[in-house]
């Protein structure tokens, strides 16, 4: 490796060398490459060995560049992109609000899930564009009227080679008025006065 440096650095002294003493000093020294082929050497110059661009086409970055800026966040939102296999419940629960399906099941059987304000009556309902799915945490602290709820709210569906591709505004935590009538939200805990 010195020695290839050092070989390096003569050529740079001839390259700077006129033409006359350029050929006089070459033949004289039989180890050192001719410098009539040999470009400057630039080390400011960064080889970008690992920037690639990912195997999608340059149509599926626009089209998901153009469905992406129609859903904005809200403050307490977040959009969520994900692929499921149907508009199933409990797969939206799970994908949205990123929840074990053991978790789902139990929410369910607690009847604690709602679709549209409504009780959850099968877990394998289909659900379209535009419902709201939320899973009853529990009453507020402050305000024992209230509820605090995680929700998932269906806003796109477009079908894929392999399932469904879906984007969900999901909120972690929201407060909302007890649900009215027989979809009402009661606690099978006790309540201490």
């Known amino acids: 490796m010195l020695r290839s440096l050092r070989q390096i650095s003569r050529l740079g002294k001839y390259a700077t060398a006129p033409a006359s003493s350029l050929a006089n000093k070459t033949a004289a020294l039989p180890n050192v490459i001719s410098p009539r082929i040999q470009a ?3 080390t400011s110059s960064v080889s970008r060995k690992y920037d690639r661009k990912s195997s999608r086409t340059a149509d599926d970055l626009d089209t998901d560049d153009e469905a992406d800026e129609e859903f904005k966040d809200e403050r307490d939102s977040k959009v969520v992109k994900t692929k499921v296999n149907s508009l199933r419940a409990d797969l939206l629960l799970k994908a949205g609000l990123g929840m074990a399906r053991n978790k789902v099941e139990l929410n369910f059987y607690e009847s604690k899930i709602r679709v549209n304000g409504k009780k959850l009556q099968k877990k394998s309902v289909q659900l379209d564009i535009g419902d709201e799915i939320d899973v009853i945490r ?3 602290q402050a305000n024992p009227s209230h509820l605090v709820i995680s929700r998932v709210a269906i806003l796109s569906a477009s079908e894929r080679e392999e399932g469904l591709s879906v984007h969900l505004r999901r909120y972690k935590s ?3 008025e007890n649900y009215r009538g027989a979809d009402a939200f009661k606690s099978s805990e006790p309540v201490a006065h």
């Open 40 to 42: 400057p050497l630039h």
């Open 138 to 140: 529990g009453f507020s």
């Open 174 to 176: 929201l407060l909302i």
